[in-house]
Antibody, heavy 115, light 110 residues
Framework: ELVQSGPEVKKPGESLKISCKDSGDNFRSYWIAWVRQTPGKGLEWMGIIYPGDSDTRYNPSFEGHVTISADKSISTAYLQWSSLKASDTAIYYC??????????WGQGTVVTVSS | QSALTQPASVSGSPGQSITISCTGTSSDVGSFNLVSWYQQYPGKAPKLMISEVSKRPSGISNRFSGSKSGNTASLTISGLQAEDEADYFCCSYAGSSRLVFGGGTKLTVL
C-alpha cells in the first residue's frame, strides 16, 4: 500500500515536498512513478524513480521544475518543488510501476497554490 | 509527447457492450504492447484494469477486455453494469522509461 502525505496550500514561489510511503517489503525492488491530475489536462506522467539506486527519469515537460527522490531506508518517495506556480495546483499521485503499468496507487495529495 | 486520443464520453445501457478507443502513434501505442487501462471514480485514485494490452490483473472482472490494432488500442466492457460508470484512461509506454496517458473517457450507464 502506498500512503501519501496530506493536502497542501501554498503561495506562489514557496517550496514544497510531498511524500509517498510504501507499507510493503519490496520498496527497493520496483519503480515508483509520480502522476499529475488536473481538470484541464487529465493524467500526466511526471517521472519515475527506482529507490534501490535512485535512478530517476523525468517527463521533459516537468524536468527542471520538480525533483523526484527516495529514501529507501524508510521506504518513502518524494516529489518536490523549489518555487511553486499557480499552475502546479493539482492532485499528485504516486504509483508502483510494474511492467510499464501502474498497478498500485497512493490516495493522492491535493496541492493548491494560490496567492 | 502528445497525449493519446480518447473519446470524451461514451454511453450504454445495462447489459450492453461498449468500446473505448485510444489512438496514439507509431512511437507509443504502435511500437509497444504496453498499453494499460485505468478506471477512476470521482474523488478516488485510478485503478488498473488492463495491462500489456489485454491482461487483467487479479480480481478484475472478465467483462473487461483490451485489444490493439496498429496505433489504436481499445477497451471493451461487456454486460454493462451501473457500477461501471466512471472515467477510463488509457496509457502507453512511449520509450525511454516514459508513459503517456489518454485524455480520459467518461462512461455513462443509461
Amino acid at each position: 500500500e502506498l500512503v501519501q502525505s496530506g493536502p497542501e496550500v501554498k503561495k506562489p514561489g514557496e517550496s514544497l515536498k510531498i511524500s509517498c510511503k510504501d507499507s510493503g517489503d519490496n520498496f527497493r525492488s520496483y519503480w515508483i512513478a509520480w502522476v499529475r491530475q488536473t481538470p484541464g489536462k487529465g493524467l500526466e506522467w511526471m517521472g519515475i524513480i527506482y529507490p534501490g539506486d535512485s535512478d530517476t527519469r523525468y517527463n521533459p515537460s516537468f524536468e527542471g521544475h520538480v525533483t523526484i527522490s527516495a529514501d529507501k531506508s524508510i521506504s518513502t518517495a518524494y516529489l518536490q518543488w523549489s518555487s511553486l506556480k499557480a499552475s502546479d495546483t493539482a492532485i499528485y499521485y504516486c504509483a508502483r510501476d510494474f511492467k510499464d503499468a501502474l498497478d498500485f496507487w497512493g490516495q493522492g495529495t491535493v496541492v493548491t497554490v494560490s496567492s | 509527447q502528445s497525449a493519446l486520443t480518447q473519446p470524451a464520453s461514451v454511453s450504454g445501457s445495462p447489459g450492453q457492450s461498449i468500446t473505448i478507443s485510444c489512438t496514439g502513434t507509431s512511437s507509443d501505442v504502435g511500437s509497444f504492447n504496453l498499453v494499460s487501462w485505468y478506471q477512476q471514480y470521482p474523488g478516488k485514485a485510478p485503478k488498473l484494469m488492463i495491462s500489456e494490452v489485454s491482461k487483467r490483473p487479479s480480481g478484475i472482472s472478465n467483462r473487461f477486455s483490451g485489444s490493439k490494432s496498429g496505433n489504436t488500442a481499445s477497451l471493451t466492457i461487456s454486460g454493462l453494469q451501473a457500477e461501471d460508470e466512471a472515467d477510463y484512461f488509457c496509457c502507453s509506454y512511449a520509450g525511454s522509461s516514459r508513459l503517456v496517458f489518454g485524455g480520459g473517457t467518461k462512461l455513462t450507464v443509461l
